[in-house]
């Protein structure tokens, strides 16, 4: 991925955390035929110094069966992004742009068909993802209704080997226009003021 020194953020904690917060990401591979596959992630940061992304895709999905075990992979994920109006600036002239988090892992991948590691991967995401007062868990239902379910996906693990991040979030301007940006971001829509939250977490500018 292309990243202006700019924008680069090599802190791993962060994007970490972001993978954690975003979950869903798109696994790459390419060969005869290229495959994208969006599926929703668990992460183990520091597994005996590896980290490893932990993933399923339905069995009936051709892309797992195009992957040679140990093949390398891309998986991408995009965070909170908006676009930037050349009206919110304090200064002028300027242009219009956008404003995202993005994040690429290379990795090498293993398939993982045994049906206990399975029954764990899928446990493991529900218990993650479900709020902890919906009323329902997954141990709380049948096990042969998992069981039942099992054979319709195919899981994988990624060794992740290579991180990128940019973060483009308005830093390459002063503080005036950065304020501007900001604010006009938190009086935005759902998706403008999840921007402006992780600006205030990532690249906080004073708002006085």
Same mark, same amino acid.
């Given at each position: 991925?292309?990243?202006?020194?700019v924008?680069?953020?090599?802190?791993?904690?962060?994007?970490?955390?972001?993978?954690?917060?975003?979950?869903?990401?798109?696994?790459?591979?390419?060969?005869?035929?290229?495959?994208?596959?969006?599926?929703?992630?668990?992460?183990?940061?520091?597994r005996?110094? +590896?980290t490893? *992304?932990?993933?399923?895709?339905? $069995?009936?999905?051709?892309?797992?069966?195009?992957? !040679?075990? %140990?093949?390398?992979?891309?998986?991408?994920?995009?965070?909170?992004?908006?676009?930037?109006?050349?009206?919110?600036?304090?200064?002028?002239?300027?242009?219009?742009?956008?404003?995202?988090v993005?994040?690429?892992?290379?990795?090498?991948?293993?398939?993982?068909?045994? +049906?206990?590691? *399975?029954?764990?991967?899928?446990? $493991?995401?529900?218990?993650?993802?479900?709020?902890? !007062?919906s %009323?329902?868990?997954?141990?709380?239902?049948?096990p042969?209704?998992?069981?039942?379910?099992?054979?319709?996906?195919?899981?994988?693990?990624?060794?992740?080997?290579?991180?990128?991040?940019?973060?483009?979030l308005?830093?390459?301007?002063?503080?005036?226009?950065?304020?501007?940006?900001r604010?006009?971001?938190?009086?935005?829509?759902?998706?403008?003021?999840?921007?402006?939250?992780?600006?205030?977490?990532?690249?906080?500018?004073?708002?006085?």
């Amino acid at each position: 991925m292309y990243v202006p020194t700019v924008f680069r953020n090599e802190d791993r904690d962060l994007a970490w955390s972001l993978i954690e917060t975003i979950r869903f990401g798109s696994l790459v591979s390419s060969g005869d035929v290229p495959f994208v596959s969006h599926v929703p992630f668990c992460l183990d940061r520091d597994r005996g110094g +590896r980290t490893v *992304l932990i993933g399923h895709m339905a $069995r009936g999905n051709a892309h797992w069966k195009s992957l !040679d075990p %140990g093949s390398r992979v891309l998986v991408t994920f995009v965070g909170p992004n908006s676009y930037i109006s050349p009206s919110w600036y304090a200064s002028s002239p300027r242009a219009p742009t956008w404003n995202y988090v993005g994040i690429h892992l290379v990795g090498t991948i293993e398939i993982v068909h045994d +049906r206990n590691a *399975l029954d764990t991967m899928v446990r $493991r995401l529900s218990r993650e993802m479900e709020a902890p !007062d919906s %009323g329902w868990s997954i141990d709380g239902i049948d096990p042969g209704y998992v069981d039942h379910l099992l054979p319709g996906i195919v899981g994988f693990e990624i060794t992740v080997s290579d991180v990128d991040m940019q973060v483009r979030l308005s830093q390459q301007n002063d503080d005036n226009d950065r304020r501007q940006v900001r604010q006009a971001l938190a009086d935005g829509g759902l998706r403008q003021r999840q921007v402006a939250e992780i600006m205030d977490r990532i690249v906080p500018v004073d708002r006085n």
